[in-house]
């Protein structure tokens, strides 16, 4: 399968689930995750019309940087988990840092002096090996990211436990639209390569596609 091929099948994917939960396709943005994979699979995709990408970890960020540096146009999104002593290096290379899980991070983040766009990691579940922060400390970053200068709040994130059994996404994806509605949140990022269509179905704007678009990665 060519990446034009996989592209299109999940694009098919997103409208499908769309048409079943009567939202406009879109309202559904594609973010296209290429953590592992060299930084020409970014090229690749860029030509085949993506434009927002995500990526797990700041250095491999910084080791794929000058390759994609001519793409015009294109964003990329840090959805992995960031520590507070690479907030200046996260701030140069990413448009926008999705794991936003503590006040101390957004405020470093703020200190840094370039605007970001802001979404916040929210762990719904119990996992020792997630990141994200807890659902009732949400409101304390909300806070800390609309006070700020130069952050403005997009969205909220979350990942389910992995389940071969999609619905057992839903509720976590529910719980994360409810707590976007409390706080007048306009996005959410949730859905990946397997479970996108629950996804899409309980209100994502963003699902993030790694497996389906560019194959299984290589284990680190
Ligand atoms: C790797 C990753 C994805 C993509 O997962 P796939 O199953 O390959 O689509 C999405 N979100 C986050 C936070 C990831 O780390």
Request: proline content about 3%.
């Amino acid at each position: 399968m060519s990446l034009r091929d996989n592209l299109e099948r999940v694009q098919q994917r997103i409208v499908d689930a769309c048409a079943r939960a009567h939202r406009d396709p879109q309202d559904v943005r594609l973010l296209a995750v290429t953590k592992i994979f060299p930084a020409e699979v970014i090229r690749e995709a860029y030509a085949v019309g993506l434009r927002e990408f995500g990526e797990n970890y700041v250095q491999e960020m910084e080791n794929k940087a000058a390759t994609v540096a001519d793409l015009e146009g294109s964003r990329f999104h840090l959805i992995g988990h960031l520590q507070s002593n690479k907030t200046k290096k996260a701030a140069q290379l990413f448009a926008a840092i999705d794991s936003v899980d503590s006040v101390k991070l957004a405020r470093r983040l703020d200190g840094e002096g370039v605007p970001l766009d802001i979404t916040i990691e929210v762990k719904l579940s119990h996992e020792e090996s997630k990141s994200g922060t807890a659902a009732d400390a949400v409101a304390e970053i909300v806070e800390a990211v609309r006070a700020s200068t130069n952050l403005k709040l997009k969205g909220l994130m979350t990942v389910p436990p992995w389940s071969e059994d999609v619905e057992l996404s839903r509720p976590y994806f529910v719980t994360l639209r409810e707590l976007a509605a409390t706080h007048s949140i306009p996005e959410l990022s949730m859905g990946m390569s397997h479970d996108l269509e629950v996804a899409i179905e309980e209100g994502a704007t963003w699902v993030r596609v790694g497996t389906a678009l560019f194959g299984r990665r290589k284990k680190q």
